[in-house]
C-alpha cells in the first residue's frame, strides 16, 4: 500500500512540475495586427514595420504599436524582470528580431505610428543601405536608450 502512495506521489509531482515549466514558457508571441493592443499607447497595432514585444522572465508578453511604446513602457517597469526585447525588422515586416542586437534608424523619411521615426533593422548593413537612401542617424540599443530615455 505505501508503494502505491509512493507512485501517486512520484506522479503528481512530475505533473506539477511539467505545468509549472509549460506555465512559465519565455517565447515570443505573434502580433495580431489590426486586433492587439498596445500596451502602453493602447492604441491598435496595424504598422507591420514598426511594432515590438516584450518577454518576461515569467513568460507574460506585453505588445505595442512602435519602438518608442517599448522604451516608454521601460521606464515604469522593472527592467531586470524582463527575458526578451524584440522588434519587428524594417526590412522583413512582422518578423520579430532580438531588439537589444538591432540597429536602429531615426529617419524624418520613415513615420513611424507614434512619430520618433524610429526604425529597426536585423544588422549594421541593412540599416546602412535604408540609411543611405532615406539618411538619418544610426543607434544601437545602448545609444538609442539613452537618447530616448536620457
Do not use: R
Not at 512520484?10 to 511539467?18: D, P, T
Not at 527575458?83 to 520613415?110: C, H, R, V
Amino acid at each position: 500500500m505505501q508503494t502505491l502512495n509512493m507512485q501517486t506521489l512520484k506522479l503528481y509531482s512530475v505533473i506539477i512540475l511539467s505545468l509549472l515549466f509549460l506555465g512559465c514558457n519565455v517565447k515570443p508571441q505573434a502580433i495580431d495586427y489590426g486586433n492587439d493592443g498596445c500596451h502602453f499607447c493602447k492604441m491598435t497595432i496595424v504598422d507591420k514595420v514598426h511594432a515590438a514585444e516584450i518577454v518576461t522572465k515569467k513568460g507574460k508578453v506585453y505588445k505595442f504599436d512602435a519602438i518608442e511604446c517599448m522604451i516608454n513602457f521601460t521606464e515604469e517597469f522593472d527592467m531586470s524582470k524582463i527575458q526578451l526585447y524584440l522588434s519587428n525588422n524594417y526590412n522583413e515586416p512582422e518578423a520579430l528580431i532580438d531588439a537589444t542586437q538591432a540597429t536602429f534608424l531615426i529617419s524624418q523619411n520613415i513615420p513611424s505610428p507614434m512619430g520618433a521615426f524610429l526604425s529597426a533593422f536585423k544588422s549594421e548593413e541593412d540599416a546602412k543601405k535604408v540609411q543611405k537612401e532615406k539618411s538619418g542617424t544610426l543607434y544601437n540599443w545602448e545609444a538609442l536608450l539613452a537618447l530616448l530615455k536620457g
